[in-house]
């Protein structure tokens, strides 16, 4: 009489298992990989953005000075692909004055970071997202100060 063991005739089976499974989670660990790549690239879009609207809230630097703050952002984290940038500032309050150093007080500026996504992404899998463009915005108030005027003239009482 035959004692039965318990792993007797199922050698292959974990091997098949393994090759029904491992596609389906390759592409699993890929496709959260591009998400958190794009998770991270849009953060830094974002807070390029602020940068340039901090820039263009102070007053003293031009719309380009601007551009180029968010461009040396991306660049310093990494982003090398800033060529491929896509970066609007936006006088939100009063069109005409668009250059920060023109803006009157308290004027709303809006700086817009939009980069393609496939100068970023990781995987070349186009089938994990189907995301074109990553965008960055920022809302400023312009601090700009105001000249005031003093009268030097002493009080007549």
């Not at 974990?14 to 660990?29: D, G, M, R, S, W």
């Not at 668009?98 to 393609?116: G, K, M, S, W």
């Amino acid at each position: 009489m035959r004692t039965p063991t318990k792993h007797q005739g199922r050698g292959g089976v974990a091997a098949v298992e393994l090759a029904v499974i491992l596609p389906v989670l390759v592409l699993f660990i890929v496709g959260v990989w591009e998400v958190g790549r794009m998770v991270e690239v849009q953060q830094l879009l974002t807070n390029a953005a602020r940068e340039g609207g901090r820039q263009a809230s102070i007053g003293n630097v031009d719309t380009q000075g601007v551009k180029d703050a968010v461009k040396r952002y991306l660049k310093q984290n990494g982003l090398t692909t800033v060529t491929d940038s896509d970066i609007t500032v936006t006088n939100l309050t009063d069109g005409s004055r668009a250059d920060p150093t023109q803006a009157n007080q308290l004027d709303r500026f809006e700086v817009v970071v939009t980069i393609p996504f496939s100068s970023v992404r990781w995987a070349v899998l186009n089938q994990v997202t189907t995301t074109k463009n990553l965008v960055g915005s920022a809302d400023w108030f312009s601090m700009r100060d105001i000249p005031i005027t003093v009268n030097n003239d002493p009080p007549l009482n």
